[in-house]
């Protein structure tokens, strides 16, 4: 069965600094990975996914995620956060065209 | 473009009374799925919706339905709510040979 972990339930960041959210999983093929955002009160927001091809992949807001298959890792990077950043991070698994599974979430706050 | 839309956004709802959550997908998109949010958690997958048929069903009672309508627009069915199904309902929806998600904001089920 597939699952998702995120071993970080908040991370606490300053402004300006660089941010890693991991993210793990276990799947039995051939996994599609997708990295999404979630402000209070918002629905999810897709940052980056991953299906195949160059193992680092560039999203949006200045995100970037390395798919590391040795690992079974898809960490999310960002080399400087704004506050604007704060938010709740998912990480998600799923095979081509069918349902995904959710990590529990990363809560990110960014200090002034 | 108007992304995915849900109605209502939020809405109460006493003990053993029945609920129905509207979705409108993005133009063009013909899949639709349902994912409950539990405060705290990450969405779990509830249905997942393709050219009007089901195509895949998570883990939850009948009491849970869902259809989707021949303009892929989706209604989510939920008979005798208990509090226990106070949720963030998130609705997604993408193309054919698209792999991305895109979710809507959501609607806030509140069971007393």
């Known amino acids: 069965a597939q699952s998702v972990t995120q071993p970080d339930i908040h991370i606490t960041v300053s402004e300006g600094a660089s941010l890693e959210l991991r993210c793990n999983y276990s799947?039995?093929?051939?996994?599609?990975l997708f990295w999404y955002v979630q402000s209070p009160g918002q629905g999810l927001q897709l940052l980056l996914k991953?299906?195949?091809?160059?193992?680092l992949v560039q999203g949006i807001k200045g995100f970037e995620a390395e798919f590391k298959r040795s690992q079974s890792s898809f960490n999310l990077r960002k080399p400087s956060v704004h506050w604007s950043d704060a938010a709740e991070y998912f990480c998600?698994?799923?095979?081509?065209?069918?349902?995904?599974?959710f990590g529990p979430g990363t809560r990110l706050s960014v200090l002034p | 473009d108007a992304g995915v839309t849900q109605s209502p956004t939020h809405l109460i709802k006493t003990r053993g009374q029945h609920v129905t959550l509207r979705c409108s997908p993005i133009?063009?998109?013909?899949?639709v799925s349902w994912y409950q949010q539990v405060l705290g958690q990450g969405p779990q997958f509830i249905f997942q919706?393709?050219?009007?048929?089901?195509?895949g069903r998570g883990n939850f009672p009948d009491r849970f339905s869902a259809r989707q309508f021949p303009n892929y627009s989706s209604e989510l069915n939920v008979n005798a709510l208990l509090l226990g199904d106070s949720a963030l309902y998130l609705c997604?929806?993408?193309?054919?040979?698209?792999?991305?998600?895109?979710f809507g904001s959501g609607t806030r089920l509140t069971v007393v």
């Open positions: 997604a929806s993408s193309l054919e040979a698209d792999y991305g998600y895109t």
């Open positions: 799947y039995g093929a051939t996994p599609y």
């Open positions: 991953y299906f195949s091809g160059d193992t």
């Open positions: 998600a698994v799923g095979p081509y065209g069918q349902n995904f599974v």
């Open positions: 133009s063009g998109h013909k899949s």
């Open positions: 919706y393709y050219e009007k048929e089901e195509r």
